[in-house]
């Protein structure tokens, strides 16, 4: 189990208080206090582990009297930096933990924790009250929302992440939301992408030789093979598309004109959608307030703009292409004939 760096930190500056104070306290003494004083509760195999890491991290001056095997600064000048620089250096460590639980189990937290406590403590000075990083109400005036997903087995992260890294073809029991039967996955691994809650494998389909894109949480009977693949050059993501409609995407790129009003309109002037866009004014249709325009650009993510602007109902409707336009008239004609009861 990974260690709350938070936890950690305020041990490290307990530890120090007590060191600094002069005292010369023994090893069971520095815990008592720890526990009595700061609400800390640690082991004496945690405690060795702290004061090594205070040693070796932070230079911390930390030795033992002979006489009596208390703990002392042989620098009484010396005392560990404290976390963050002021308030609002403490409300960005914040936003980033909570940012950083949102992802909780991926192979990559327990680095990110180090990496951030590591950061955190340099050259920074402020009291332990205000190093309180977590999700209480002191915590809930930024917050990140996601999709709702499944909670990922601990050992489909641990084999992704190795194959990941020692580029191992992996196979899997998979089934899309195309299909109704599940079916076996010979893939090449290739990344590992974060989009609406959800994290997805970016891979190669052997079989089929195509890219896909899997939702983890659909991965059944994980296995990884001896096989080792040559990483393509042109494997990341962001090469195949701007990505702006989410992960999904396919081999043609499209041209787009879609008109948008109201809200829908005002929503869309302020973003990228793809590669050429142009924003004109609609003067064909102008739209209810007048505010209608023609919303262009390129990409290959038909499915996911089917979808965006069927949601938009009555503020969207597609001009080109003829594959937008089609599915879009042919749902309006199904939901035209729906009887509600």
Known sequence: MAVDFTEKAKRYQAIDEIIASGRKLKWNEIISELQDKYNLK???TSFFRDIEELVKKYAAPIDTDFETNGYFYTDPQYRLPRFYTDENAAKAA?????????VKGNPLY???QEVFEFLSIENH??????????????????????????KIPAETWRTIDKALKENRVITFD?????EKKSKGRRVQPWQLIFDEGNWNLHALDIVKHARRRYSLEKIKNLKITNEVFKLPTDYDFRKMTRGSFGCMCDDKFLDYKIHLHGYAARYAQDKIWGDNQTIVKDK???GPDGDGIILSFRTNQLISVQRWVWKWADEA????P???LDDWLEKRTRVNGIKVM
Do not use: H, Q
Not at 94 to 102: C, N
Not at 317 to 320: K, N, S, V
């Open 42 to 44: 640690t082991s004496k």
């Open 94 to 102: 914040k936003l980033i933990k909570t940012l950083m639980d949102m």
């Open 110 to 112: 327990k680095e990110a």
């Open 125 to 150: 000075d402020l009291t332990l009250e205000n190093i309180k990083i977590n999700k209480k109400p002191d915590n809930d005036r930024i917050i990140f929302v996601g999709a709702p997903n499944r």
């Open 174 to 178: 998979y089934i899309s939301n195309a």
């Open 284 to 286: 064909k249709n102008p």
């Open 317 to 320: 409707w597609p001009i080109e």
């Open 322 to 324: 003829k594959e937008l």
